[in-house]
C-alpha cells in the first residue's frame, strides 16, 4: 500500500510557464515532507523540504504548499526551464522517527522550449 | 570532496552468484543508507546505518547484508542473486536523520540478474 502517492507518471509544461507537481499522502503521522529531483543516470538531489507548522515554503523558483486536511503537497517552478526535465520524487517522514523516508513513485517533468 | 562514491556502474549478474556494492562518503556523515529503484517505482530501503556499527532493516533487507565497519563506507551484499534484485541501487548519506535532513545520493549501480 503506497503511503506517499504522486498519481502523475509525466507532466510536459511550456517553457516559462508555471509546472504543478502534486503529492498525495495517506498517513496522518507525517509531518516533514522533502522534493528531490533527478536525472537520468544520476542520483536523486535534494530540492525542497517543508515542516508540517507551515503550510508553504520557498526557494528562487521553486515553492512546496502543504494543505494538511487534505494530506496533499503541491510543487510550484516558476518560470520553468528546459533545464527542470527530469524526475521528481516526493518523500515523507515522521511516521514513528525521522530516520527514514517513504518515497513516492516520482513524476517525469518535460519542459519544452 | 566526492561526495558519495558507488562502484561498480553497472554489472550483470547469473542467478546464485554473490556480489558486493561498494558505497563510500567522504562528508563524515554519521547516516547512511542503501535504496533500490524498480522502473516506475519510487526508491525503496533496503538498510540503515546510524553510525559505524549500527545497521537496520528497512523495507526492504531480504537477500540483503550491510556491515558498517568506519564511518566513510557502507557496502551491500547480495547473496544468491535472484531476477527480482534487477534493480537500480543507491546509496545515500546524510548529517542528522534523512526524515528531517537532506540526503546526498551516489550515482547508482545498475545490476541485471539473469
Known sequence: ?113 | NAGVTQTPKFRILKIGQSMTLQCAQDMNHNYMYWYRQDPGMGLKLIYYSVGAGITDKGEVPNGYNVSRSTTEDFPLRLELAAPSQTSVYFCASSRGLAGGNEQFFGPGTRLTVL
Open chain 1, 1 to 113: 500500500d503506497q503511503q506517499v502517492k504522486q498519481n502523475s507518471p509525466s507532466l510536459s509544461v511550456q517553457e516559462g510557464r508555471i509546472s504543478i507537481l502534486n503529492c498525495d499522502y495517506t498517513n496522518s503521522m507525517f509531518d516533514y515532507f522533502l522534493w528531490y529531483k533527478k536525472y537520468p543516470a544520476e542520483g536523486p538531489t535534494f530540492l525542497i523540504s517543508i515542516s508540517s507548522i507551515k503550510d508553504k515554503n520557498e526557494d528562487g523558483r521553486f515553492t512546496v504548499f502543504l494543505n494538511k486536511s487534505a494530506k496533499h503537497l503541491s510543487l510550484h517552478i516558476v518560470p520553468s526551464q528546459p533545464g527542470d526535465s527530469a524526475v521528481y520524487f516526493c518523500a515523507a517522514s515522521g511516521e514513528t522517527s525521522y530516520d527514514k523516508v517513504i518515497f513516492g513513485p516520482g513524476t517525469s517533468l518535460s519542459v519544452i522550449p
